[in-house]
């Protein structure tokens, strides 16, 4: 089922910036203890491409693993793959032949390197930070590792289907990519269809998930044009699959409630030369979205939503 929801482009979120506190730190605290002091002065997250509105911060001073209920889910990869842009084409299946690029926002080492993930690098329109952190919920499940989870069901599930599925990042890099090769992995994949898994890291009240599909921008290295059409095809089916499989209702919060909103700020989507989204699967800092977040069966749920989404886009 196709999912048609309105047409509106709401300005740019709210992206604070680092503070001179955030260099103190850096100058005063080595290793691991820094780059946690880092994400929670940035409040983890801030710049780069992160879609996200994180502007609350964890008041928990420790990085929880998720519930440890992900061996017992179905459809989870058990032991992923450290090969960033692993791929095993299945011999057969209705995607057989076709590419799927999936971009799990963020890394779960970024914290750890500041410096690096903070570099600027050049999306067309302007130049931002290379990557972000990302957000957490309040108990310190990170978004990274939400992404990254949401990824490997998602590349079991397209596999199934028989496509040939790369992932950006997976875990096995100190940080990032930053966000032009998160783009370029996708474009010299010659991929058929890319999406950015995120969490939002807004308000609490704030809820629900949105797709973002990118506006048509021509600027320096960026030039979406020919891709708006078909991602926006892509985002709105992706969008419709996730509300039927997951039954969660799209962003109150963003957008005017179909869930769709257009940027042109996002490097990973300016950069992009075939089509692509992003997914906000729900907002981290909200305790009942971050009661789902946390749910390895809701996971598997956000995972299929998002991956029939693809399903329908390639097949037509
Ligand atoms: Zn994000």
Redesign the pocket.
Known sequence: MSYAGPEFEPSPPRRPRRGPLTVALAALVPGALLGWLVYETVGG?GGGD???RADVRSSSPTVSRAPSDDAKEPGASPSPSKSATASAPAASGPLKGKVVVIDP??NPDNFRHAAEINRQVDIGTHRKECD?T??STNAGYT?AEF?LDVAHRMRTLLREQGATVKLTQDGDRPFGPCVDERARIGNEAKADAVVSI??DGSGAGNRGFHVILPGSVHAGAADTRAIVGPSRDLGERVAGRFVAVTGTAPSNYIGDGGGLVTRKDLGGLNLSTVPKVFIECGNMRDSKDAALLTSGAWRQKAARGISEGIVGFLRG
């Open positions: 997250s992160d879609p996200g926002g963020h972000t990302g957000t978004e992404t995120h969490a």
